[in-house]
């Protein structure tokens, strides 16, 4: 294993190309999306498989390891979403076909059941902090936003702004102010070396070469964020819980409603809603005297319009597929048939949108 794991390391390029082709063939596989084969979703689920093992050998290469990261626990919770994606597929198929259509609902269920308890372990590690991409993604606390996250913690304001006055001083020399500024910073910094004893700067250099500037984020538990953050940290808190467990119930309602009823879609689109406008209210929220009560990072702000880009997939689940949708894509099918090359590429593209929107897993945007 220890041999594979180098080779991956040092052919991760060549490894990444062959995953990206792989995974790329096996849409074109026949009878991919036939009710009665469970070959070509073994296979995907194989080559998926292979690639999330692959990429999580390649993001702990020891020279790689990042400080401050969220995710110290031995266990890999994200490793663990990612193959739980790519099985249950492959779930729902065998199920389908060895139990029937309305049986398939009891072990995507089970499925989604064990992704939420991943999760939610995987946010009270964390710290409580945003998942990424599901939880596929481990969070990393970076640079300046790590420093303003332990800033917050301590009840100091934090400016956003803060952090680029030094530089644009600096890149403005004709401003007189920057000049000031610049000249009472090197008097000051001069002042304080001359001042220091030599024996201490020694030793102060040797930590500092023997022992690198680590930015610990210490972790809070839950009663302990919420007594930091009060009702605020509470509807940060249900807010993701929203967001975790909103496929589970949308699989829930299913089962026991079928998939015409417009109740399951109709709360699971509810569910998605309150969820994000929770956390994006909370986010920006402000109290008077401390400034924003959550900091988010870049990264964290990209989750949330990834998760509102998800919205689109409502459009791809029934009933309102079978209602709307796909009537739109047979008009545009028969509009663009007659077109050479384009009616070719559209009609295919369409078959695989139709054929994909039969898996449950493939439009559940969990």
Same mark, same amino acid.
């Given at each position: 294993?220890?041999?594979?794991?180098?080779?991956?390391?040092?052919?991760?390029?060549?490894?990444?190309?062959?995953?990206?082709?792989?995974?790329?063939?096996?849409?074109?596989?026949?009878?991919?999306?036939?009710?009665?084969?469970?070959?070509?979703?073994?296979?995907?689920?194989?080559?998926?498989?292979?690639?999330?093992?692959?990429?999580?050998?390649?993001?702990?290469?020891?020279?790689?390891?990042?400080?401050?990261?969220?995710?110290?626990?031995?266990?890999?919770?994200?490793?663990?979403?990612?193959?739980?994606?790519?099985?249950?597929?492959?779930?729902?198929?065998?199920?389908?076909?060895?139990?029937?259509?309305?049986?398939?609902?009891?072990?995507?269920?089970?499925?989604?059941?064990?992704?939420?308890?991943?999760?939610?372990?995987?946010?009270?590690?964390?710290?409580?902090?945003?998942?990424?991409?599901?939880?596929?993604? +481990?969070?990393?606390?970076?640079?300046?936003?790590?420093?303003?996250?332990?800033?917050?913690?301590?009840?100091?304001?934090?400016?956003?702004?803060?952090?680029?006055?030094?530089?644009?001083?600096?890149?403005?020399?004709?401003?007189?102010?920057?000049?000031?500024?610049?000249?009472?910073?090197?008097?000051?910094?001069?002042?304080?070396?001359?001042?220091?004893?030599?024996?201490?700067?020694?030793?102060?250099?040797?930590?500092?070469?023997?022992?690198?500037?680590?930015?610990?984020?210490?972790?809070?538990?839950?009663?302990?964020?919420?007594?930091?953050?009060?009702?605020?940290?509470?509807?940060?808190?249900?807010?993701?819980?929203?967001?975790?467990?909103?496929?589970?119930?949308?699989?829930?309602?299913?089962?026991?409603?079928?998939?015409?009823?417009?109740?399951?879609?109709?709360?699971?689109?509810? +569910?998605?809603?309150?969820?994000?406008?929770?956390?994006?209210?909370?986010? +920006?929220?402000?109290?008077?005297?401390?400034?924003?009560?959550?900091?988010?990072?870049?990264?964290?702000?990209?989750?949330?319009?990834?998760?509102?880009?998800?919205?689109?997939?409502?459009?791809?689940?029934?009933?309102?597929?079978?209602?709307?949708?796909?009537?739109?894509?047979?008009?545009?099918?028969?509009?663009?048939?007659?077109?050479?090359?384009?009616?070719?590429?559209?009609?295919?593209?369409?078959?695989?949108?139709?054929?994909?929107?039969?898996?449950?897993?493939?439009?559940?945007?969990?």
């Amino acid at each position: 294993m220890e041999a594979y794991k180098r080779w991956v390391r040092r052919n991760k390029d060549y490894v990444h190309s062959m995953e990206s082709l792989a995974n790329g063939l096996t849409w074109l596989l026949p009878e991919r999306f036939s009710d009665s084969e469970i070959g070509p979703e073994a296979v995907t689920s194989f080559f998926g498989i292979i690639t999330a093992i692959n990429e999580h050998i390649i993001e702990t290469t020891p020279t790689q390891r990042v400080t401050g990261q969220a995710e110290t626990s031995s266990f890999p919770y994200s490793l663990c979403i990612t193959l739980l994606k790519d099985l249950e597929t492959l779930v729902e198929v065998a199920a389908q076909q060895f139990y029937g259509d309305d049986r398939k609902w009891n072990f995507i269920a089970a499925t989604e059941a064990i992704k939420v308890l991943v999760r939610l372990a995987m946010i009270k590690n964390s710290g409580y902090k945003m998942l990424l991409r599901g939880g596929e993604t +481990v969070y990393v606390e970076k640079g300046l936003d790590a420093v303003n996250y332990s800033k917050q913690r301590h009840g100091e304001l934090v400016d956003p702004r803060s952090h680029n006055l030094k530089n644009h001083f600096q890149q403005t020399p004709w401003n007189l102010e920057g000049k000031a500024l610049s000249a009472l910073s090197r008097f000051g910094e001069n002042a304080r070396m001359v001042s220091e004893r030599t024996w201490l700067s020694r030793v102060q250099h040797q930590h500092a070469i023997m022992e690198p500037p680590t930015l610990m984020v210490e972790k809070p538990s839950l009663s302990a964020f919420l007594s930091e953050k009060g009702v605020p940290g509470g509807l940060f808190v249900m807010g993701e819980v929203m967001f975790v467990i909103r496929p589970l119930l949308y699989v829930l309602l299913i089962r026991k409603y079928g998939t015409r009823s417009w109740f399951p879609w109709v709360m699971s689109l509810g +569910v998605d809603l309150i969820g994000n406008g929770i956390l994006s209210a909370v986010a +920006v929220s402000r109290n008077s005297r401390k400034g924003p009560l959550f900091y988010l990072s870049n990264d964290e702000r990209d989750e949330l319009k990834r998760r509102k880009l998800l919205w689109a997939l409502y459009l791809m689940r029934d009933p309102f597929f079978t209602k709307y949708t796909r009537k739109r894509l047979d008009h545009t099918r028969k509009l663009l048939e007659p077109v050479p090359v384009f009616g070719f590429f559209a009609e295919k593209l369409i078959e695989l949108l139709v054929g994909a929107q039969t898996r449950y897993t493939y439009m559940s945007g969990s």
